[in-house]
């Protein structure tokens, strides 16, 4: 191969790695040249947006946002760290969410089937009805007799306390009123020989035997000392 041959095979080499570069260009050139209408009209709106915010926009203040943005960016990654925990939190829940809910639903209706909010709210109504109707003074008074009753309910709640109430409450019904007579002294010495009778006066005697511990508020009675008769020498 003569040196022509080799110098002419070598320009069709470069001019064939050469071609595509020079495609590419043309190609870019014509994509410019599309784009150049639309480049005018996207600076032109970005002219018109500006000036719509141009009285409350300043060059600094974008300055400003980037260095206090650079400045939280620890704070930036706390919070899309805490946001993560959050997420997982929620995704951890949601199946105890999907049981307990429906199970909240229904017990707040069953309460509500059973007058449970009924009751509230009456409860509320009877309280601003006594708010209304006595000051702060009487409303003490008023409940420390609550406080005082709730003591005596105490107090009768006791099993003998309890089971003397219902013997007491159930004398009436066992007693026939209408079967009753005038008895004089004769009657009186004569009833002094019935076992009941006697049973009955012995519970009257316990039972005044109690009241009497009212007086001193149940401490024991004293009884007044003797004087000492003097003795003869």
Excluded: C, H, W
Aim: cysteine-free.
């Amino acid at each position: 191969m003569t040196n022509e041959e080799l110098i002419l095979k070598k320009l069709e080499d470069l001019e064939a790695k050469i071609d595509p570069i020079v495609k590419s260009r043309e190609a870019f050139l014509e994509l410019k040249e599309d784009l150049m209408p639309l480049q005018n009209k996207v600076f032109q709106l970005i002219i018109q947006e500006l000036q719509e915010v141009e009285a409350g926009f300043q060059l600094e203040d974008i300055l400003l946002l980037i260095k206090q943005t650079m400045r939280s960016m620890r704070n930036f990654v706390y919070v899309l760290k805490t946001m993560d925990n959050i997420v997982e939190f929620i995704a951890d829940v949601e199946p105890l969410l999907k049981s307990a809910v429906p199970k909240f639903i229904e017990y707040l209706d069953d309460m509500e089937r059973q007058g449970v909010f009924r009751i509230m709210k009456a409860t509320l109504d009877l309280r601003s009805k006594i708010a209304s109707q006595y000051d702060q003074e009487e409303l003490e008074k008023i409940f420390d007799g609550m406080v005082a009753t709730l003591s005596l309910a105490k107090k009768l709640s006791d099993p003998k306390t309890m089971a003397f109430l219902e013997k007491v409450a159930a004398i009436p019904a066992n007693v026939d009123l209408s079967k009753t007579r005038e008895i004089g002294p004769v009657g009186l010495i004569s009833a002094g020989f019935n076992s009941e009778i006697k049973q009955g006066l012995g519970v009257l005697i316990e039972l005044t035997k109690a009241l009497g511990k009212m007086k001193d508020n149940g401490q024991p009675v004293s009884s007044a000392p003797i004087a000492e008769l003097p003795t003869q020498g």
